[in-house]
């Protein structure tokens, strides 16, 4: 009995109290995700290009 009324409480937490994103909030959040993931992934691979060159160079010496 217990565990059912665990169950009813969570159903209705999640469906009368818990505030839930727009559709409009929701695509400009994953908007923004999607830009820091891309500008992040550019600085690794930068640097990554960087220090090949680097590194070729250190050991052509």
């Known amino acids: 009995m217990k565990f059912i009324n665990y ?10 109290k818990t505030s839930w994103p727009t559709r409009q909030e929701l695509t400009s959040s994953s908007i923004v995700v999607l830009v820091a993931s891309v ?19 250190v050991y052509s010496v």
């Open 7 to 16: 169950l009813r409480d969570c159903y209705n937490e999640l469906v009368h």
């Open 39 to 57: 500008i992040i992934a550019l600085v690794v691979w930068a640097m990554d290009l960087s220090f090949e060159t680097i590194m070729r160079f």
